[in-house]
């Protein structure tokens, strides 16, 4: 079964607003990753938060994690219409990290 | 680099047809896994690889082999192929990091199964 969850399923935000999307997952974790699928192309990573981290920066996007709560978030600010794409958590396991487990994603539309 | 490498990138077959997708990476990564994208599902694993000679099954493996005999390729063979298996395929590859091993994928192959 799959570990992550995110929510919401879709977004839709006009250029410039900022974007968040949030993960849930079941078990202990070593670290949590985000990855951003554009439509028709493979998965890129954007971010890895581990588990001992609780806030993680990169440019526009900022990942949290509350390991007591099991959940992450991802911000995306000042969005762009290149922005635009479907965002997936991935878990990596304490014991086998290279197995991820992935959610269903959120699809984030950004208007012009 | 090429990164990690997948062929084909479309394919339609008729149920009961054979055919092996083609993963290869130019990264030296000992991690090696087939994915499988449905529609609302997110991606889940079908099979990995930890080094060349080692497989394991992963969370939907029926209907799939692999083998290993290199680090740089892993093939994902279907012997029998089924409607169920129309999906898009992504092969993966990475190493160990201390933190945490992030995922190269590929541009996946897109299975149809009529």
Known sequence: ?112 | NAGVTQTPKFQVLKTGQSMTLQCAQDMNHEYMSWYRQDPGMGLRLIHYSVGAGITDQGEVPNGYNVSRSTTEDFPLRLLSAAPSQTSVYFCASSNDRQGGTEAFFGQGTRLTVV
């Open chain 1, 1 to 112: 079964s799959q570990q992550g969850e995110e929510d919401p399923q879709a977004l839709s935000i006009q250029e410039g607003e900022n974007a968040t999307m949030n993960c849930s997952y079941k078990t202990s974790i070593n670290n949590l990753q985000w990855y951003r699928q554009n439509s028709g192309r493979g998965l890129v990573h954007l971010i890895l938060i581990r588990s001992n981290e609780r806030e993680k920066h990169s440019g526009r996007l900022r990942v949290t994690l509350d390991t007591s709560k099991k959940s992450s978030s991802l911000l995306i600010t000042a969005s762009r219409a290149a922005d635009t794409a479907s965002y997936f958590c991935a878990t990596g396991l304490r014991s086998n990290d290279y197995k991820l487990s992935f959610g269903a994603g959120t699809t984030v539309t950004v208007r012009a």
